[in-house]
T-cell receptor, first 115, second 116 residues
Framework: DTGVSQDPRHKITKRGQNVTFRCDPI?????LYWYRQTLGQGPEFLTY????????KSRLLSDRFSAERPKGSFSTLEIQRTEQGDSAMYLC?????????????FGPGTRLTVL | KQEVTQIPAALSVPEGENLVLNCSFT??????LQWFRQDPGKGLTSLLL?????REQTSGRLNASLDKSSGRSTLYIAASQPGDSATYLC???????????????FGTGTLLAVQP
């Protein structure tokens, strides 16, 4: 499978715990994005990487959230001290910068439930 | 601030019918507009991407149009099938003069049900 993969697919945790999600983009894609989607809503942009550099962060990304892409390949999204409001689907997407506008390819998502 | 709206929120049609989904956006300064499909509990599948300089794109039974000046796009689905049942999302990539990131701003989607 050469698509975007995410792990785990589902995560249930108790309030206050830390969680970490992983995203493996399509190989050779240099751009990687994280989005969050709540029930009945469209995805909301969280952050964006160009290679290993984090170039943009949404105001939605509070201090409890941190994302990394250490070698410009896979990325991790960590949420510290989870709250019930963090329950959502976390989507990762990747794209190839061709110098023109490009198509983002999405992974299957990680569904987080905070009890 | 760019806002994307999709109408209707839900649509049910009999199999074989042609249908149109609507998307509107408040700021015409965009790089492109994309239509996605999302099946329940799943990720997004890109259907069509229209560059800001283009008027329409076609793929099989799907045709998407873009009128940037009026802030509107439509997705036309011909001869609908039960397998087309899904949520259809419209997203724009805002033009950022400080440096493009190609982040997407999504609408809330149209839930389509095609009845056999």
């Amino acid at each position: 499978d050469t698509g975007v993969s995410q792990d785990p697919r589902h995560k249930i945790t108790k309030r206050g715990q830390n969680v970490t999600f992983r995203c493996d983009p399509i190989s050779e894609h240099n751009r990687l994005y994280w989005y969050r989607q709540t029930l009945g809503q469209g995805p909301e942009f969280l952050t964006y990487f160009q290679n290993e550099a984090q170039l943009e962060k949404s105001r939605l990304l509070s201090d409890r959230f941190s994302a990394e892409r250490p070698k410009g390949s896979f990325s991790t999204l960590e949420i510290q001290r989870t709250e019930q409001g963090d329950s959502a689907m976390y989507l990762c997407a990747s794209s190839l910068d061709t110098g023109r506008t490009d198509t983002q390819y999405f992974g299957p998502g990680t569904r987080l439930t905070v009890l | 601030k760019q806002e994307v709206t999709q109408i209707p929120a839900a649509l049910s049609v009999p199999e074989g019918e042609n249908l149109v989904l609507n998307c509107s956006f408040t700021d015409s300064a965009i790089y492109n507009l994309q239509w996605f499909r999302q099946d329940p509990g799943k990720g997004l599948t890109s259907l069509l991407l229209i560059q800001s300089s283009q008027r329409e794109q076609t793929s099989g039974r799907l045709n998407a149009s873009l009128d940037k000046s009026s802030g509107r796009s439509t997705l036309y689905i011909a001869a609908s099938q039960p397998g087309d049942s899904a949520t259809y999302l419209c997203a724009v990539s805002p033009r950022n003069y400080g440096g493009a990131t190609n982040k997407l701003i999504f609408g809330t989607g149209t839930l389509l049900a095609v009845q056999p």
